[in-house]
């Protein structure tokens, strides 16, 4: 069964520093992988995802994130954080015939910024 | 576009009863989840229909949780005999089907369910 681990519970980083949240992964075949963000009060937005081809994914908010096969990882980057950043962030892996059917998401990481 | 609705936003109810949650799908979107995310984790899974039926229910914990999506557009989530730990949010997303190419889930805001 797949499985995702973010090992950062919670992240502080100063407005205007770069960021990178961990993403590690398990699965049996090519992963299909997915980075959410969560808002108080607000449903899950995916940022980006990565199902073939090039590694390094663009998404929107001018994050990025880069799939390592040899170090089963997926970590999220942005070059400059933005007070409105700050929220709750989900990484997670896909199953399924099309790969996306069954999520299976970590625990989270909750980024705090400070200014 | 309206994105995918929850009703209701909030939900108080009793251990022991029955409860009911609802799902309204983006218009058009063949597929539709069902997570439950508890406090301080993230979502886990619960059931997948594709159309009218339940493509995978694998994630349902127990035999409490049913699912139903009579026609194919909203769906609404039973829970028989609450207990406190059913205590989550519970979300739904909705995608298109595009056989061969790929397609995100669209979550909507997510029912709070409290079981006192």
């Known amino acids: 069964a797949q499985s995702v681990t973010q090992p950062d519970i919670h992240i502080t980083v100063s407005e205007g520093a770069s960021l990178e949240l961990r993403c590690n992964y398990s699965y049996g075949a090519t992963p299909y992988l997915f980075w959410y963000v969560q808002s108080p009060g607000q449903g899950l937005q995916l940022l980006l995802k990565y199902f073939s081809g090039d590694t390094l994914v663009q998404g929107i908010k001018g994050f990025e994130a880069e799939f390592k096969r040899s170090q089963s990882s997926f970590n999220l980057r942005k070059p400059s954080v933005h007070w409105s950043d700050a929220a709750e962030y989900f990484c997670?892996?896909?199953?399924?015939?099309?790969?996306?059917?069954?999520?299976?998401f970590g625990t989270g990481t909750r980024l705090t910024i400070i200014p | 576009g309206a994105g995918v609705s929850q009703t209701p936003s909030n939900k108080v109810t009793e251990k022991g009863k029955y409860v009911e949650l609802r799902c309204d799908p983006i218009?058009?979107?063949?597929?539709l989840y069902w997570y439950r995310q508890s406090l301080g984790q993230g979502p886990e899974f619960l059931i997948y229909f594709q159309g009218t039926g339940a493509a995978d229910d694998s994630g349902l914990p127990n035999d409490r949780f049913f699912a139903v999506r009579p026609e194919g557009s909203v769906s609404t989530l039973k829970i028989q005999r609450t207990e406190r730990g059913d205590s989550a949010v519970y979300l739904c997303?909705?995608?298109?089907?595009?056989?061969?190419?790929?397609?995100?889930?669209?979550f909507g805001p997510g029912t709070r369910l409290t079981v006192t």
């Open positions: 997670a892996v896909g199953a399924g015939d099309f790969g996306n059917e069954k999520l299976t």
């Open positions: 997303a909705s995608s298109p089907t595009d056989r061969g190419g790929t397609y995100e889930q669209y």
């Open positions: 218009s058009g979107h063949t597929a």
